[in-house]
C-alpha cells in the first residue's frame, strides 16, 4: 500500500477510491467491467494517511499481518482471516504506521451498477451495517477458494465470452459468500435488534445530505430528540450533530480535493441555501474557506 505524510485524524484531503481506473489497461479489458481481482502486494493502492471514500463494493481478506483501520468512523483491527466488506460511499481510513510491513490482502471489487444487473442488490443491503468479521478456519477455506476462481476467470483475457464467464462466476461466488456472511449478519442483527444507534447510523447514511437537524432523525425512529441525542453521545461518544456535521464535512472535502465542482455545486449537492451558507459552515469547523482547502 502506497503512504503519504500523516493527516492525522481530522480528514484532511479526502478523495475517491476508484479500483479501476487501470484496470483496462492492465488486464486488456476494452469492455468496462468494473471488476477488479487482485491484492494489496500486487497493486499500489494509495489509501494510507488520509482518508477514502469508496465508489465500489470491495470485498477483502486479510492474508498476513495486521492493520488498524476505521471504516465509517468505527475501529477494526485486520489480522490474518479478517473479511471487510465495503459498500459505495463508505468512509475508510488507515494511518501512516497502522499497518505492519508484511500486510497482505486479497480483494476484489465490482461497480454496484454491476451488481444491479445481476440482480443481487438485495444480498448485500447489509454491508453498511456489518462490514467486518473474523472468518472461521473452515471458512476461510471456503473463500479463498472463491478468491482463487475468480482470479483465474479474471486473468483469462483471451476468453471470448470473458465478460459473461466473469459475471456469472461473481454471480455464484457471491451466494457461496452470502451462505458464510448470512450467520454473521444474523448473529449480530439479533444482538442489536433495538438498538436505535444502529437504526440512526443507517438513516444517517441515507439522509445526511439533505437533512441537518436531530428532530428529522428522531422523528424517523420515533424518540424524541433529547432522547436520541443522549444515547447516541452515551454510546459512541459524539452527539447526533457531531455525526452529521463529520460526513458532510468528510464528502466535502473529497469533492474538493477530487472533482471540479464548484463551492456553490457542493453547496448545492449538500442541499444548503447557498454557498455563503455553505462557506461559513466549513469555516467554522476547518478555520479555512473551502477554497483555501482545495488549494493548499
Known sequence: MASK??????????????????DGLKMG????????VSDTDADDLDIVGHPVIVNSVICAICIRGKANIRINFQAYTLIPG????????????CEEGDYSEDFLANYMTFSFDYVKEISIGH?????????????????????????RYLKLRYEDVNHPYRKEVIKFSLLSAIYDFSAIYDKY???L????????????????????????????????????PKYLSKIMKDETGSTVQDWIFKLILFES????????????????????????????????????????????
Not at 481530522?10 to 478523495?15: G, K, Q, R, T, W
Open 185 to 187: 449478519t444474523l448473529i
Open 82 to 93: 479478517s473479511f471487510v466488506l465495503l459498500a459505495p460511499d463508505t468512509m475508510f481510513i
Open 123 to 147: 444480498i448485500i443491503y447489509d454491508i453498511r451495517n456489518i462490514p467486518f468479521f473474523q472468518l472461521e478456519s473452515n471458512e476461510y477455506e471456503d473463500i479463498m477458494n472463491v478468491y
Open 29 to 36: 479489458n476494452t469492455e468496462n467491467l468494473k471488476f477488479v
Open 5 to 22: 505524510k500523516n493527516k492525522g485524524l481530522d480528514l484532511e484531503n479526502a478523495s475517491t477510491l476508484d479500483l479501476f481506473q487501470n
Open 253 to 296: 472535502k473529497s469533492l474538493l480535493k477530487s472533482t471540479k465542482m464548484t463551492v456553490a455545486q457542493i453547496a448545492e449537492y449538500f442541499n444548503y441555501p447557498d454557498s455563503t451558507s455553505f462557506g461559513k459552515f466549513f469555516k467554522k469547523h476547518e478555520n479555512m474557506t473551502p477554497l483555501e482547502y482545495r488549494n493548499q
Open 189 to 224: 442483527n439479533e444482538r442489536e435488534e433495538d438498538s436505535h444507534v444502529t437504526k440512526f447510523i443507517d438513516l444517517l447514511f441515507r439522509n445526511y445530505k439533505y437533512h441537518r437537524r436531530c428532530e428529522f432523525y428522531a422523528k424517523e425512529l420515533y424518540v424524541t
